[in-house]
């Protein structure tokens, strides 16, 4: 089981960090965060594979964002800097159940609930 924690509602230039924790199990495979905006198709945002050696951004996070994971604590984190208005959405944290990166959401198993982010101009 997933939880996803740490959003709000920020100006438009501010950080956030999102945290995941698992539950009743281990991060042991690749995790990522997904987004969905209102009235527009989840889409992908970043994924982080088991060790943390590799991580793969969407285009129009990469430089802004950084996924990372800490394995001992079971959770992964997203850390969003200068954020923008659309950055705004309900985030998901996502876990697969094997090793490998995927920016489909269809291959991911496990999902956290969600987290709103909103920002403003």
């Known amino acids: 089981q997933l939880q996803a924690s740490g959003g709000g509602s920020v100006q438009a230039g501010d950080s956030l960090r999102l945290s995941c924790a698992a539950s009743?199990?281990?991060?042991?495979?690749?995790v990522g965060w997904f987004r969905q905006a209102p009235g527009k198709e989840r889409e992908f945002v970043a994924w982080?594979?088991?060790?943390?050696?590799?991580?793969y951004y969407a285009d129009s996070v990469k430089g802004r964002f950084t996924i990372s994971r800490d394995n001992a604590k079971n959770t992964m984190y997203l850390q969003m800097n200068s954020l923008r208005p659309e950055d705004t959405a309900v985030y998901y944290c996502?876990?697969?159940?094997?090793?490998?990166?995927?920016?489909?959401?269809?291959?991911?198993?496990?999902w956290g609930q969600g987290t709103q982010v909103t920002v403003s101009s």
């Open positions: 982080i594979n088991w060790s943390g050696v590799s991580t």
């Open positions: 009743g199990g281990r991060f042991s495979n690749t």
């Open positions: 996502a876990a697969r159940t094997v090793r490998s990166g995927s920016t489909f959401a269809y291959d991911y198993n496990s």
